[in-house]
């Protein structure tokens, strides 16, 4: 697998689709690799003539794990962030939007649409306010602003508890890493939509065969909190934006999607109700191709 390297970290990515098409950029989640993104909405971009790289964040997938750095005290980096005091970690999310501008330019792009999905929906944010020139168009999906009031900052209890789970202590395990993620998707997953294990265990195999990392997961949560309040830095942003959440979202509730459109100047919403936080197979025609039309609507 093809790499791209900043600053001593190395990050592997894969591009697909046409030469010289115009690129879509996806930027996965908390502690997810790219695996995690579905087949069936990077090939429906594909089929829309648009190229797409995906990659894996530091300290997930395939790409550099840091494991000299610190591992946070989470419950701890919460509160503070809650209190609205400063967070300390090993990195923010300016390094990783950072990384991904690293990352296209491994793969020689020079402008991409560039999307990404909870956590990497805000660094797909800090990416468009930093790095403008490089920005066709932004979708944030199922993500926030950064906004710490408790009513756009904390989701469900149940939902919180979920992601903060530990995943069985040996990764090599892949039946015991699937039954984890299938009881976290089962728990902030899309009330509307819900799949049977059946179906989702496939994909989630693939996920966890490319590994999960749950140092590396507490080090991407603290830069997020580290990174704050991005309200102010998202009225910078002036590539045309797409903000797309699920109604029924109990990890990031939809105030928070709605809190992000609110701060882009010209920013679209579209909440589809009985999603939550994930890609039900249902919903996939619909978002990839509305991200597919939006991407569209705003090539150079």
């Known amino acids: 697998m093809p790499y791209a390297s900043r600053d001593g970290v190395r990050l592997e990515y894969e591009a697909a689709g ?8 996806l930027v996965m989640g908390l502690g997810m690799p790219a695996a ?23 300290d997930s997938g395939g790409s550099t794990r840091l494991r000299d750095a610190p591992v946070p005290n989470i419950p701890a980096a919460m509160t503070r962030a809650l209190l609205r005091l400063p967070v300390t970690a090993p990195y923010t999310l300016t390094d990783m939007a950072l990384d991904a501008a690293a990352v296209l330019d491994a793969a020689q792009v020079s402008q991409a649409h560039v999307v990404g999905v909870s956590m990497g929906g805000m660094i797909a944010q800090v990416f468009a306010a930093l790095l403008p020139q490089r920005v066709l168009s932004l979708t944030s999906i199922m993500s ?33 890493v699937v039954d984890h993620l299938l009881f976290v998707f089962g728990v902030i997953g899309s009330p509307g939509f819900r799949q ?7 994909h989630l ?13 507490s080090r991407q949560l603290a830069a997020i909190l580290a990174s704050g309040d991005r309200r102010t830095l998202l009225h910078g942003v002036r590539a045309p934006t797409l903000v797309v959440h699920g109604a029924d ?25 009985g999603m939550g936080h994930d890609f039900p197979p249902r919903l996939m025609a619909r978002i990839a191709g509305r991200v597919a039309e939006h991407c569209g609507s705003h090539a150079r």
């Not at 046409?18 to 950029?25: D, K, N, Y």
């Not at 195999?205 to 997961?217: E, H, N």
Request: aromatic share 4%; proline share 13%.
């Open 18 to 25: 046409l030469p010289g098409a115009p690129t879509v950029l």
């Open 36 to 58: 995690m993104w579905p087949e069936e909405f990077v090939t429906t971009l594909l089929d829309h003539g648009l190229g797409v790289v995906t990659f894996d964040n530091r």
């Open 144 to 176: 926030s602003s950064g906004n710490p009031h408790p009513r756009m900052a904390l989701g469900k209890r149940r939902a919180l508890a979920a992601l903060l789970r530990p995943p069985p202590a040996d990764p090599a395990d892949i039946d015991a």
């Open 196 to 202: 049977q294990a059946d179906e989702l265990r496939p």
């Open 205 to 217: 195999a693939k996920v966890a065969r490319r590994g999960l990392y749950p140092a590396g997961t």
């Open 249 to 273: 979202d109990p990890l990031v509730p939809l105030a928070a999607g709605r809190d992000t459109a609110r701060h882009v100047a010209g920013a679209t919403l579209e909440v589809i109700p």
